[in-house]
């Protein structure tokens, strides 16, 4: 019984961090997608209001929106990986497991 305990915590615990990590791609997803899409739509109104194409890539409002919303997206990586950043030997021992299951597997 004390077992079954053990193993639940250990899978609510996991769970948790699987949370963690898929909040911080779909994150990731739509950093990407909403700045290419402001990006993109600010160069073709600049270009229909007759800007040069060279001119484009300096526009400070095109890199503000990636460049403040990256410094929270970068603290939100720190927040989901940052305790996991180091190599260390509990990490590499975790790694050649899962390269061995992996291998069990094929």
Not at 31 to 46: E, L, M, P
Not at 61 to 66: A, C, P
Not at 90 to 104: A, L, Q, V
Request: no cysteine.
């Amino acid at each position: 019984m004390e077992k079954d305990f053990f193993e639940e915590e250990r899978y609510i615990k996991a769970q948790k961090r699987v949370k963690e990590i898929k909040g911080f791609y779909w994150h990731l997803f739509w950093y990407v997608a909403v700045n290419i899409f402001i990006t993109f739509g600010s160069a073709i109104s600049h270009i229909f209001h007759g800007g040069a194409i060279g001119d484009i890539n300096f526009h400070y409002g095109n890199f503000s929106v990636w460049f403040f919303w990256g410094i929270g997206l970068f603290f939100h990586w720190f927040g989901v990986f940052g305790k996991h950043i180091t190599f260390s030997k509990d990490w590499e021992e975790r790694k050649i497991k899962e390269f061995m299951d992996k291998d069990k597997e094929l």
